[in-house]
């Protein structure tokens, strides 16, 4: 016992040893690290640690973080603790750490460096440390007053008249639950990661994409701005009404105009107020809170008082009644403005009190924590006003009958309900607006807290349009002319004044209408988009289920928002057809626009989500689905290398997939790649395809030769069956003078295409394919063009301009770009002019750039000949159709040409081979059957082969490549092709295309220089050649 005490004081002892000697103080942050943690990571010991409590000075800090030495032998490890900076991907924050990468980990003796702890840009501070809400005076005060509007003081009184107690109920029951499942859903998503400013735009944006997200931002800015003209006019009239009971003044008419110019004025104090900052409009409605509280609280007490005048009880004010409250409890619909009410009608005027549920969302960059804010201040003031509203509602009821004439006469005889059209009623819930102030206690507080409501949702409105206009313009989501130009910020606190004057005339332009019935038939329709969409944006999420989707708000439904959303649609149809058409083009339009620009945004939305899983779903799909003829694709893995190096071959290949098939662009490198190489040259490939908008893919085999290369990606590329049947190459020019070696692997690689049971494909071109020596790198280009331009590149177009001093290729998108002198031009297109030249910077010569864009230019009219030698399953003739369907290749025809093996069966191969032709569905121009392919070769063709292949017939270090035996025993292969290449150049020299059955390499039945003497023999100047073989496997039928 006595030995293990000893070895226990002493390990306890060597602890604090240790603990003392490891604590240091990095610069003067105070930060402590111990350099016995391996991980780097700043661990909390001052709970434990006596001789820490007694000397706070030297505590560690209770925070983990990462700290790194600048002395790379103290740090046993370059792991970095986890730390919530290295997962901020949106937002600059006061101090970004940067983690180290996988090759610093991994190969510690490279190129990586240290870890490097970033300090925050001083200049950010300011709006990292300004004024934030919390959720009470944030997000639950901005929605109550913002749903205590207009409608609550000016118009509940009126619902209850027209609708009765039961039905306004209804109304308000439908309205909340409407507004609060859609509450439930922004909660969902607000819940689902950190939130920016701009509110529903950005929640909507994020989750839908772009293009639904852009469209409905710029629906809810101007419902936003509408909404603030509502309740301006709402204020205008209340102050109409106090005037003309308070003095009967008149500013002009004591109609619609007087309502203008009260509400011209009330704007402009509106836009003052906003001007001066977020802090103030919030100050003004923390005090203009207070007032409503106090107005209500006025009215229930009046209401319990009940009529302390004749004149009160003549304007139909009686107290609480039961008989009352049952008559007033069915509803009676009467003609306003001119217009027979119904339950639609009464109910597009009430939903815009329920449309304030956004108002603390919309600014959630003022919000200190916005995901727990917005979620707990909206539900309960959802919950709060919707009660407040229906004991306004019943109150009402309960109190004050639907007319009253207000003449106290009346009253004394009894008559003042007698309403008829002889006797005219001016009072009541029917015709007095003013209802509340008559039950209040004290009724200018009414007028003040009716003041107070209007004021404080017009100014929530005006503040959230500017902000939304600022973000959907930081986003960049639409032309600069169109929204950028709204956005920009001005002053210290970069204020988007523009957007400002934007939503003041836009405001204004409402309030002139000075109708409130009208503006709030209007306004209830962009809402409801905006609250169906919102629903869906949760249905689809939650639908989804992408990995990213963990709400910390969980009461919600899936179905529920899908529900609502429908339902928000169906209101939307019901209150007003026309106006719904109208606000759905809206909406469509700027999702047209979003759509046709393609904005450069990645923001992982379920749309995302959903392509992903429908493609992997298709693919799990066709797994288990047989092959059949009919859905037969050519899938082409093409060998370009980088794909700006053999543009031509690219291009070609692009002609047989574009939207029809799977195109890959293989690269074979010899040596072994980093991942930073591997990554560089994909991303090089990439640029070039999506520059040149054509949709491929790029696969790249590293650390191995040409052909067990092709062998990998051949059976590693792609997935299930989305993967290539094709292999095409380009033809090797140089297979004269190349390395042996390098011939070898040429044809090795076609003997690897057959191999693997995959069809092949070889294009020839005069001038060769290869242009890595004969045009300078232009990924240079590619990266300094704007990006803008180059995302909005469509198929390309391209033609040669020659000038005295330099040869361009003018690549002309199909995309319009964002310029009045752009839209001029010749069908829209946008002009970019890249300038091609050789790696010493001198203009190319015309040939050179005619064969580069070769299968880019339209072609004349002139043939595509088919040389179907051989019944490869049909891919000779199918692949010449799928280009000759193409625009540029449409004015070409097709000439076929079969083989008969005698003058006396030309009759029956003739007509065999056109009802075959038929049966295929495919037009042609002529069908040429040669009956005299086995003749022998003339002895200028001979000659001209001999010639060909005498080089290789001189001994090696190997003894000759071509023996004479070889040659001896495929002389009748060899003059057939020659005899071929006879016919060739009589039928085919001036064609815009050839394409032939490709003779297959037998394994090991004779060598490589002799198989390409054959194609030599073949394709030698000739037109574009290419040479194929089916896998025979039939590619075409002729049953539906």
Known sequence: MDNEAFENSVSKSSLEERRKSSVRKVENHRRITLATITSGVVMDTSANDPVNRNHPADTITSVASMTFTANPSRKISRDAAPHIDNYRTGYKTQLSLTRPTLPELYDPTGNGQDPVEKRADPTNQDNLNRDKFGWIEGVLIRNMMSIWGVMLFLRLSWVVGQAGIGETLVIIA??????????????????????????????????????????????????????????????????????????????????????????????????????????????????????????????????????????????????????????????????????????ISVFSVYFPASIGILAGANVSGDLRDPNKAIPKGTILAIIICSISYAGVAIICAATVTRAATGFVEDLQNGTNLNCNDTIECNYGLYYDYQAMALVSAFAPLNYVGCFAATLSSALSDFVSCPALLEVIAADKLYPYWMVGFWGKGYGPSKQPLRAFAFTFVLALAFVLIAELDMIALLISNFFLATFALMNFSTFHVSLIKPIGWRPTFKYYNTWLSLLTGLLSIASMILISLPIALITIAIVLFFYLVVLYRSPEVNWGSSTQAQTYRAALTSIQQLVHIEEHVKNYRPQILVLTGLPNTRPALVDFAYLICKNNSLMVCGNVVEERLTFEMRSNLQQKAYRYLRFTNIKGFCSVADNSNLHTGVAAMLGLTGVGKVKPNILMMGYKNDWLTCDRNALDQYVLTIHTGFEMNVSVAILRLKEGLDCSGIIADIDDLILKAPTKKAKENSTVNVETVVSTTTIQIEIRPAKEGGTKKDKKKKKNKLEQKISLRDPTGNPLPKSVLNSIILFQRKQKKDTIDIWWLSDDGGLTLLLPVIINRRSNWSETKLRIFCTASGVHELENEQKGM???????????????????????????????????????????????????????????????????????LDHSSDSNLVVMTLPIPRKGAFSAPLYMAWLEALTANMPPFMLVRGNQTSVLTFYS
């Open 174 to 343: 439908i309205s909340t639950f409407i507004t609060l499942v859609t509450a439930l859903s922004m909660s969902a998503i607000s819940t689902n990661g950190e939130i920016g400013g701009g509110g529903t735009y950005f929640v909507m944006s994020r989750i839908l994409g772009p293009e639904f997200g852009g469209s409905i931002g710029i629906i809810f800015a101007i419902a936003n701005a509408m909404d603030c003209s509502l309740n301006v006019v709402g204020f205008a009239q209340a102050v109409q009404d106090m005037m003309m009971e308070y003095g009967g003044v008149i500013i002009v008419d004591g109609g619609l105009n007087d309502i203008r110019i009260i509400g011209t004025l009330t704007l402009i104090f509106i836009c003052a107020i906003c001007g001066l900052g977020a802090k103030y409009e919030t100050k003004m409605k923390d005090v203009m809170f207070i007032i409503m509280l106090a107005s209500l609280t006025n009215f229930i007490t009046g209401s319990i008082m009940g009529p302390s005048s004749e004149a009160e009880e003549a304007r139909g004010f009686i107290g609480y009644s039961i008989d009352l409250l049952n008559e007033n409890w069915k509803p009676s619909y009467t003609i306003t403005s001119g217009q027979m009410q119904n339950f």
């Open 914 to 984: 056109a009802i075959l032709l038929s049966k295929f569905r495919i037009d042609y121009s002529d069908l040429v059957i040669i009956t005299d392919v086995d003749e022998a070769p003339k002895s200028k063709t001979k000659k001209w082969f001999d010639g060909l292949i005498r080089p290789f017939l001189q001994p090696g270090t190997n003894g000759p490549h071509i023996t004479e035996g070889e040659l001896e025993a495929y002389q009748y292969k060899t003059d057939r092709y020659l005899r071929l290449r006879e016919l060739l």
